[in-house]
């Protein structure tokens, strides 16, 4: 598959946000309805390619790139459709843009194992389970993000606006006086970080195992591990106190919004600073 493919639901996404700048409701309406028309090319883009070329260890990285950008451009639809929260494609749809452009400037490189010895399938199950827990947690990251300004503005008794104009109308559409609840808020985060975790955990079990395998030895203490360790630690102890001591709110927010800056910093050191050291 062509890169050049990944610009063109990349264009749809950008082009949506112009429709943000004129103060006019009609115009406010198209834009979901261009989120959806990206969302859907991007499905077809991504189920013709699977369908022609299926998921392989040779496969270039920027096809996994793309399918992490899919994840969670789906992750967004689904929550925001069960929610009734559409302003959630508003701020994490930029995120899906960013990784369609990566996808088309990343390195013509393939992710290929560095021993023969090295199961393919489990290979290729810990990456899609990394992608799919990190697309759970990227929502929870934007969506903990939306709580902390909108909790501040509570505080100073105003609402969380996109435009602090007199014509409201953008926040009109997505209804935002109702819609930035903390409430509902705070639940999507706990959802995300409910659905999120045990994908995360199966994904760097296998990693692990993977590592071993591969250098003959039970544990690996390479950096990559140590930084995923601590990353399954901060999920693994917010969720044992969200469950078990029903932390909630700012705190639970700001302990997302630290793990995925660890993910980000973890997929950075991995694939781009040092990707000997993750075995590829």
């Known amino acids: 598959m062509s890169n050049e493919l990944y610009l063109i639901p990349f264009f749809i996404y950008i082009f949506s946000y112009a429709l943000i700048l004129p103060r006019k409701k009609k115009l406010h309406k198209f834009f979901t309805i261009l989120i959806y028309a990206g969302f859907i090319l991007q499905s077809l883009i991504f189920f013709v390619f699977l369908s022609t070329k299926g998921f392989n260890a040779s496969v270039h990285i920027g096809w996994f790139v793309f399918f992490n950008a899919w994840l969670l451009m789906t ?37 290929e194992p560095a021993m023969f010895s090295v ?99 039970v544990i690996v203490a390479k950096p990559i591990e140590i930084i995923s360790l601590i990353i399954w630690l901060i999920y693994a102890v917010l969720l044992h106190e969200r469950i078990a001591k029903g932390v909630r709110g700012k705190r639970a927010a700001v302990f997302n919004v630290i793990g995925f800056l660890f993910i980000l910093f973890s997929l950075s050191f991995s694939f781009y600073l040092f990707p000997t050291l993750h075995g590829f």
């Open 75 to 111: 992750v967004i639809v689904l929550f925001g459709l069960f929610y009734r929260a559409e302003y959630i494609l508003l701020y994490v749809t930029p995120l899906v843009a960013v990784n369609l452009l990566i996808g088309f400037f990343v390195p013509h490189i393939k992710i």
């Open 119 to 217: 199961d393919k399938t489990i290979l290729l199950t810990h990456i899609i389970l990394i992608l799919i827990g990190d697309s759970f947690f990227a929502l929870a990251f934007m969506v903990s993000l939306i709580y902390i300004f909108q909790e501040r503005k509570i505080k100073i008794k105003k609402s969380l606006k996109l435009f602090d104009k007199k014509d409201n109308s953008l926040d009109e559409v997505f209804h935002s006086g109702s819609g930035y609840n903390l409430e509902l808020l705070d639940n999507i985060n706990y959802q995300c970080l409910k659905i999120g975790f045990p994908f995360i955990t199966i994904g760097i079990a296998l990693g692990i195992y993977l590592s071993s395998s591969l250098f003959n030895a």
